[in-house]
Structures are given as structure tokens and as C-alpha cells.
């Protein structure tokens, strides 16, 4: 399991169990992270997009012009980043450059996949999905809030609210406070 901070380093912990080690990275404001088969992203606000090949190492700048960049996910071999003040990035079959998929811009925050399905948060605004995996990001028409971070658990999207709740949604039914 991977963390990251902000204004801080990376810790990893070893098969699940025991405490987060750091792996005495620069200090950087680390903002994403995902995991591609054996291979570790993780994105800094303001800076590049990094990779840690096979879970050992060092993380390696893939040289990515600069951006604040915010959440990351993986669908398939492809590979995720959303920009605050920006679009959403796809860096196609886990190599390359990661491209823009011009959507509008705004404060995008977090993302996560469902099944075949790449979901992304925005700050003061709503929850988007992107269907299959191809085309545009479309509304939830959630309230807005100041959505934050996301994630997937036995078949149901979480999404996290700055200083508010968290909610959960399944597939058949709206999101719901969850606690």
C-alpha cells in the first residue's frame, strides 16, 4: 500500500501489514497516486508525473509539462491524471506522453474506475463519468459540493467532501451519506 503527502515524501507498507515506511523521496507537493500491474504513478501539484517501475526505486520524472496536477486512476492499461484548473490527461497503454481528452476545464480533484467506467470529482461541482472508458465526461448531477477524493469498493464508488461526509454510490442508486 502507497501514500503520499503533501509537502512530503511517499511511504509504502509492506504486504498490507505493519507501518508506512518512507521511501526517501524529495520532498514535493505529491498529490495522486495509481498503480499500473506492477508499476506506481504518482503526480506532484504544480510539477511533473512520476513512475516507480516494478514497485522498487526511485520515482522517475516523465518529464509532463508542469500542471496542478490532482487525481489519478488506471483503466485497463491506460493511465489517468486530472488537472485543478484544467482538463484530464490520458496516457495511452502505460507509456508515452499523457495527452489532454479536452474536456471543460475546471477544479478537477479525484478519480477512480468502476468496472469498465472512469469517474472524476470536481471541487464546488459535480461528480463526472466517463463511459467505457471513451468519450466525454458527463454530470451526475450530484449537489455540488467541494468533492475531493475518490475510490471503488465491492461494486460501489466512494467520493469524499473537504470538511463534509462521505458518500457512497452504487450503481442502481444516487450517492448517499455514507458516515
Known amino acids: 500500500v502507497y501514500a ?22 524529495k520532498t514535493r507537493y505529491w498529490r495522486g497516486m495509481t498503480t499500473l500491474g506492477s508499476d506506481v504513478y504518482a503526480c ?22 508542469p500542471r496542478d496536477w490532482r487525481g489519478m486512476t488506471t483503466l485497463g492499461s491506460d493511465v489517468y491524471a486530472c488537472v485543478a484548473g484544467g482538463d484530464i490527461y490520458k496516457q495511452t497503454g502505460g507509456t508515452g506522453d499523457f495527452d489532454a481528452l479536452s474536456q471543460t476545464t475546471r477544479n478537477w480533484e479525484g478519480m477512480t474506475t468502476l468496472g469498465s467506467d472512469v469517474y472524476a470529482c470536481v471541487f464546488d461541482g459535480d461528480i463526472y463519468k466517463q463511459t467505457n ?9 450530484q449537489k455540488t459540493r467541494n468533492w475531493f477524493g475518490m475510490t471503488t469498493l465491492n461494486g460501489s464508488l466512494y ?3 473537504i470538511n463534509g461526509s462521505i458518500y457512497k454510490h452504487s450503481p442502481v442508486k444516487a450517492l448517499e451519506v455514507y458516515s
Not at 503520499?4 to 523521496?25: E, P, R
Not at 471513451?134 to 454530470?139: E, R
Request: aromatic letters at 10%.
Open 159 to 161: 467520493a469524499s467532501v
Open 44 to 65: 506532484v501539484s504544480g510539477g511533473d508525473i512520476y513512475k516507480q517501475t516494478g514497485g522498487t526505486g526511485n520515482f522517475v520524472a516523465l518529464s509532463q509539462t
Open 4 to 25: 503520499c503527502v503533501y509537502d512530503g515524501d511517499i511511504y509504502k507498507q509492506t504486504g498490507g501489514t505493519g507501518n508506512f515506511v518512507a521511501l526517501s523521496q
Open 133 to 141: 472508458g471513451t468519450g466525454n465526461f458527463v454530470a451526475l448531477s
